[in-house]
């Protein structure tokens, strides 16, 4: 049984992965990227959330582009979609979609608290904050239908990394995850 969850999950991933997103799929990511700033934005600032903060070295810009690729970006896709929610190619019903959707979503969530918690307590005022976690869900959400529409985890990989890209070096999130 667990040798064929492994060769089930190592299939998911490769078929995510192998995957070319078609010019469709960059639109509708691309769509999916201006519907969450069109409410992050106003909600981020509202808040106080975000602030204007624009990181200029380099160094910090080389390492924050790479590094958001690498993490959250395609390892958190990995886990909360991929792994998570059935492959469009895997033809599973409507209410189970959306119960995996709805799991998938709640994890990714809840992991920024317990990571927090865990293993990056310097993060802990910030992944605990309220409109973070809203933020979170709707990105998760943001991620969810560009993986489920594409089938590849391409277009998810790039929304999240540039949004987490964005906020760190343009909104006040370097400072708050680093300073």
Same mark, same amino acid.
């Given at each position: 049984?667990?040798?064929?969850?492994?060769?089930?999950?190592?299939?998911? +991933?490769?078929?995510?992965?192998? #995957?070319?997103? =078609?010019? #469709?799929?960059?639109? @509708? %990511?691309?769509?999916?990227?201006? +519907?969450?700033? %069109?409410?992050?934005?106003?909600?981020?600032?509202?808040?106080?959330?975000?602030?204007?903060?624009?990181?200029?070295?380099?160094?910090?810009? +080389?390492?924050?582009?790479?590094?958001?690729?690498?993490?959250?970006?395609?390892?958190?896709?990995?886990?909360?979609?991929?792994?998570?929610?059935?492959?469009? $190619? $895997? =033809?599973?019903?409507?209410?189970?979609?959306?119960?995996?959707?709805?799991?998938?979503?709640?994890?990714?969530? +809840?992991?920024?608290?317990? =990571?927090?918690?865990?293993?990056?307590?310097?993060?802990?005022?910030?992944?605990? =904050?309220?409109?973070?976690?809203?933020?979170?869900?709707?990105?998760?959400?943001?991620?969810?239908?560009?993986?489920?529409?594409?089938?590849?985890?391409?277009? %998810?990989? %790039?929304?999240?990394?540039? #949004? @987490? #890209?964005?906020?760190?070096?343009?909104?006040?999130?370097?400072?708050?995850?680093?300073?």
């Amino acid at each position: 049984m667990t040798n064929y969850l492994g060769l089930f999950l190592v299939r998911r +991933v490769s078929i995510a992965v192998s #995957t070319i997103p =078609n010019f #469709t799929d960059w639109l @509708v %990511a691309a769509m999916l990227a201006l +519907v969450y700033s %069109a409410i992050a934005l106003p909600v981020g600032f509202w808040s106080g959330f975000l602030k204007i903060d624009v990181q200029t070295s380099q160094h910090t810009i +080389v390492s924050v582009l790479i590094g958001c690729l690498l993490s959250p970006g395609i390892a958190e896709e990995i886990f909360f979609r991929v792994l998570i929610l059935p492959h469009p $190619e $895997e =033809n599973v019903s409507g209410l189970v979609l959306w119960l995996w959707g709805c799991a998938s979503l709640a994890l990714f969530v +809840v992991y920024h608290p317990l =990571n927090a918690l865990t293993f990056y307590p310097v993060g802990r005022s910030t992944f605990m =904050n309220p409109v973070f976690l809203l933020l979170a869900a709707v990105l998760g959400v943001a991620c969810s239908i560009a993986y489920l529409q594409s089938g590849s985890i391409w277009p %998810a990989v %790039a929304i999240h990394w540039l #949004t @987490v #890209t964005v906020w760190l070096l343009l909104f006040g999130g370097y400072r708050r995850l680093y300073d």
